[in-house]
């Protein structure tokens, strides 16, 4: 099976700007959760979506949001960028049944200039 | 509230010997626990996990790690460490039982293997 697939994997913007990420979970999987890391915050999680809805969210602004689609695909959104939006974004999918691991994609390094 | 406590940012071992990576949780409920490794510019690999089955956990490339419910420890162990294990490594909390999914990392441990 082809793993978490996340794109683009480099992205460069610009304060004040807004981004989408895009996250293609395993084949199956109905769960998908992002997390964002930094080297001061290190890994929190933003949140979680399974079957199109949103199941849990984390401590973040409103600035960032998200969505699943009817495939499972994933996207992130981040409007008005701030240059502390600077971090790697990690995509996971977890199957959605009893099983509760998670598998990570390679992430996408945002940088904020 | 979920939390988990690595207790070295960095380990140093030189090639051959065993490795120890500590690390310490908090939960309400009856945790799954997780063990990852991110080697540099790549995303989180599983290396093993504990939920609720046997205490001593078997993983990938000859790890294990062993739940220890009266120290709520979950210590990372290899005995022969090899240059390719260098890498930073993840203790991961998740607590279904309380209605999410939601993953609580540590801090790291950064692991350099010593030729």
């Known amino acids: 099976k082809a793993g978490v697939t996340q794109t683009p994997r480099y992205l460069i913007k610009t304060r004040g700007q807004q981004v989408t990420l895009s996250c293609s979970p395993i084949?199956?999987?109905?769960?998908v959760s992002w997390y964002q890391q930094t080297p001061g915050q290190g890994l929190q999680f933003l949140f979680e979506?399974?079957?199109?809805?949103?199941?849990n969210k984390g401590n973040f602004p409103g600035r960032f949001s998200g969505r699943q689609f009817s495939n499972s695909r994933s996207e992130m959104n981040v409007s008005t960028l701030e240059l502390g939006d600077s971090a790697l974004y990690l995509c996971?999918?977890?199957?959605?049944?009893?099983?509760?691991?998670?598998?990570f994609g390679p992430g996408t390094r945002l940088t904020v200039t | 509230a979920q939390s988990v406590t690595q207790l070295d940012s960095h380990v140093s071992v030189s090639e051959g010997t065993p490795v120890l990576l500590r690390c310490n949780y908090s939960?309400?409920?009856?945790?799954?626990l997780f063990w990852y490794v991110q080697h540099p510019n790549k995303g989180l690999q599983l290396l093993l996990k504990?939920?609720?089955?046997?205490?001593l956990v078997k993983g990938i490339n000859g790890f294990e790690a062993e739940f220890k419910k009266s120290e709520t420890s979950f210590h990372l162990t290899k005995p022969s460490a090899h240059m390719s294990d260098a890498a930073e490594y993840f203790c991961?909390?998740?607590?279904?039982?309380?209605?999410?999914?939601?993953?609580?990392f540590g801090t790291g441990t950064r692991l350099k293997v010593l030729a």
């Open positions: 996971a999918s977890r199957s959605g049944t009893s099983s509760y691991e998670q598998y």
């Open positions: 084949s199956g999987h109905r769960s």
């Open positions: 979506y399974f079957s199109e809805t949103q199941r």
């Open positions: 939960s309400s409920y009856s945790p799954s």
């Open positions: 504990y939920t609720s089955a046997a205490t």
């Open positions: 991961v909390v998740s607590d279904p039982a309380s209605g999410t999914y939601k993953y609580i």
